[in-house]
Every structure is written in C-alpha cells, then in structure tokens.
C-alpha cells in the first residue's frame, strides 16, 4: 500500500516537499517554522491546490462547473 502523501521538510534542501503519484513537488521553501509559521502555511496551501488540480485531473465527466471554472481561470 503506498504512503500518503503529506508536506514534509526536508533539512537539506531547506523546503517544503511532497512525494505525490511518483513525482517530488516542491511546495514551500525556507525555514522548519513548525505548524503555525508562514512556511509551512504556505506549503499547506500549495499542497491543498496541489490535490485539488490533480483529483480534477482525473475526475472524468463528473467535475463540478466550480471547479472546470476554477481550473480554466
């Protein structure tokens, strides 16, 4: 079974990473500032668009009008 993919900090690139469908993404760089600093928040939000535009990438017919809007703006 394949891990989850979650942000993770990696010491030796100084960022934010994600390992997701076989490919490390980038999400954030800059200090470990734990769960309530600006890095991380960002890469938060980085890692939430990340999974929204990939699950609309493989939702088929069944995409809302929200979200093919969202994705072509």
């Known amino acids: 079974m394949p891990r989850r993919p979650l942000p993770r ?9 994600v390992q997701l469908n076989g490919k490390q993404r980038r999400l954030a760089t800059g200090p470990d500032d734990g769960p309530t600093g600006p890095t991380y928040l960002l890469a938060l939000d980085e890692f939430k668009k990340l999974l929204e535009s990939t699950s609309l990438d493989t939702a088929g017919d069944g995409s809302t009008v929200r979200s093919v809007l969202d994705r072509y703006l």
């Open 9 to 17: 900090y990696f010491e030796s690139r100084g960022g934010y990473y």
